[in-house]
């Protein structure tokens, strides 16, 4: 099964990513190489001053991961938790956000 592509360029692929536990995710891909899994856990789309709830969180993700998916070097899977994000603005920069758990993948 093949996941639904939510943006494509010459350069950039953006996939959904399976959804295995309490956040949603995104997968960024560079060609047939996956540079980038992206995801918010679920405590942050529902906390009032994360100010994430109502947004498509899809299209969150995908222009926060698209502002540093290109200073990636090494396929990364991140995680944005609840303290990363104050009114709707990730404030981690995204070489400090988690690794994602093994139970997440």
């Known amino acids: 099964m093949t996941n639904k592509i939510i943006y494509s360029d010459e350069n950039l692929t953006v996939c959904e990513y399976p959804r295995l536990g309490d956040y949603d995710a995104i997968s960024f891909s560079k060609g047939e190489e996956l540079i980038l899994v992206l995801g918010v856990s679920g405590t942050a789309q529902v906390a009032a001053d994360c100010g994430l709830k109502g947004l498509d969180i899809q299209r969150w993700l995908l222009?926060?991961?698209?502002?540093?998916?290109?200073?990636?070097?090494?396929?990364?899977?991140?995680?944005?938790?609840?303290?990363?994000?104050?009114?709707?603005?990730?404030?981690?920069?995204?070489?400090?956000?988690?690794?994602m758990e093994e139970s997440y993948l």
């Open 63 to 99: 222009e926060t991961g698209s502002v540093f998916v290109n200073e990636i070097s090494e396929m990364k899977k991140l995680m944005i938790t609840s303290n990363d994000v104050l009114n709707g603005k990730l404030n981690t920069d995204w070489s400090k956000l988690k690794e």
